[in-house]
């Protein structure tokens, strides 16, 4: 028995059971994406390479949990997600699969790539206000007069195990690779999808997350031992997928219980881990797909030969990828 | 019995269990690179991104394979191989890997990024000016003075069994992928050890070789059915991996034999396939890299679902990089 008792549960908590199950799915349809290993001091550190999905980053991951365990009745209803990018371009992708009709409420200010990539993949886009409109509710509103399923980009168990899938994916191949597993994750976190799943993935490895400067609402919260939002202050940030303005208890719980760490880092620190994986790795990574590494090459996080840092999205308009290369 | 009957005799011939060998060599020591689904058109072709090979391009294969077969003996005598910059880190990476000295006679105007790197292996570097020097013939009196072999960049039979182990190792990825094999294979050529090598690996596929204009002497002998070199009045073109001025009976003959096409392309049409590559799957390709991407968009090739492309390497300097993505 490795499923969830109940796995289409509203209410369940995410599991590693679930992940395993995510895993399975996913196995299934993707390939997976290259574990990379990078030198970097004494140390050789080992590099997922999630940028390299079909949509450029692992959300495709947790989007393809939830939508292909939606009932018939389910699919027919449609989907509606908020999400600055990614989110946003892996509903479409899995609802595309599906033949489902996908909503997608995204920021005015988001990347054109990710817009024009979102619709590409057939799904309907609403824009709002980043500063001013409230996305959940603007979703939500859709929601009730459609019929249509919210699919919050981290606030939900199957995504956190679709997410986690990304840990056990990277498991098999360090051990395959070097005969070892890791006893260290460096991750990006903007609501904590990715690195709950992964802390459920890998439950001996100590986590690390990485937020933007003024963005590191989680470390706060993790140090403070109870959630606190962004600050109405936050500077900006060229972070733009990373930018989420509150946890959720969820996401916090998982990673206050495995004792998670967290750093932020500046734009000046992740420009320098896009060249460096331009030049190191040949990957084009977008900003809030670098904070990791950057937190690494920044000397903020301890690494050893077991250290798993994810390289988690690539979807960068050209313009600030050459400012990046040129900082 | 699957091996050549001397697999170490200097006067043999490249064959298809030469490239079984290698590519079972090379799967031991390096995982494969990913092959990535690409819609172009009605068609979606499968991209192997040999620019993620840990020195940036599928050079490390001839290399290994070449390298890894030494005796002790020769092991003790060293290498040394001339190259633009791609060849010199493959021969330099198993040269370090294998414990051996490597000496590297490169152009003075090799990207620098190239040079640097090849050093970093460990590697001695003796530079030539590309338009008066003579680098068959340094390399050629280096290994008199020194006892060092001489390890060609693609007039040798393990090096193309090395280079083609690229298409076996894509056979099997297309078929667990997709359930098909590849018909068509479009891939770069300098001295043609890659397109070789693949023509003897997949048997059955039409092979495109796709030169830089003016750099076509590959497509002018096929065409004329004799060996013709690149012409003195060649002009300036951005793929440096690409600038072989002449190509090796070894290299023609295959192509010839199964028919290859070939085509041109330019540097605008280079640099567009570079901002795809960037775009629709997060990867860096160098000029030369790209150039079967480049033929492919600019609808000089036919294409259908089953055609492989050999995204064939990605050490580009930033600059070069980043004119390409503003081009």
């Not at 799915?25 to 997976?32: M, N, Q, S, V």
């Not at 990006?188 to 690195?195: E, H, P």
């Not at 620190?269 to 809030?288: C, D, Y």
Request: hydrophobic share 45%; aromatic share 4%; with cysteine.
């Amino acid at each position: 028995m490795t499923e969830p008792s109940d796995p289409l549960s509203p209410t369940r908590k995410p599991s590693r059971e679930g992940i395993e199950r995510a895993a399975k799915k996913i196995a299934a349809i993707l390939p997976p994406t290259p574990l990379m290993p990078l030198k970097h001091g004494d140390s050789t550190i080992w590099c997922k390479a999630e940028c390299l999905q079909p949509m450029g980053a692992f959300k495709i991951r947790g989007a393809w949990h939830r939508l292909s365990d939606m009932s018939e009745d389910e699919r027919a209803r449609g989907v509606v997600a908020f999400s600055s990018g990614n989110h946003a371009q892996g509903v479409a992708w899995a609802a595309k699969r599906l033949n489902m009709r996908a909503t997608i409420v995204m920021p005015a200010d988001a990347p054109q790539r990710k817009i024009d990539a979102t619709r590409g993949y057939g799904a309907d886009i609403i824009t709002f206000d980043r500063r001013s409109d409230d996305r959940v509710a603007i979703a939500q509103a859709f929601a009730k007069e459609t019929g249509a399923i919210v699919v919050p980009s981290f606030d939900d168990p199957w995504i956190i195990e679709g997410q986690g899938s990304t840990g056990l994916e990277a498991l098999v191949q360090i051990i395959a690779q070097a005969g070892i597993s890791p006893d260290k994750v460096v991750t990006c976190c903007g609501g904590g999808g990715l690195a709950a799943g992964i802390a459920l993935a890998l439950p001996g490895a100590k986590i690390t997350v990485v937020e933007p400067d003024g963005w590191d609402d989680m470390g706060v919260s993790l140090r403070g031992k109870k959630i606190v939002p962004v600050g109405a202050d936050a500077p900006a940030t060229v972070c733009d997928a990373l930018q989420t303005p509150l946890v959720s208890p969820l996401t916090f719980n998982i990673l206050k219980d495995c004792r998670a760490q967290a750093v932020s880092v500046s734009d000046d620190e992740v420009f320098a881990a896009m060249r460096h994986a331009h030049e190191r790795l040949r990957l084009v990574l977008e900003p809030g797909g670098a904070v990791a590494l950057a937190a690494i090459l920044a000397g903020k996080v301890e690494i050893d030969d077991r250290t798993l840092v994810i390289l988690s999205g690539g979807n960068v308009d050209p313009a600030l990828f050459s400012r990046a290369l040129a900082a």
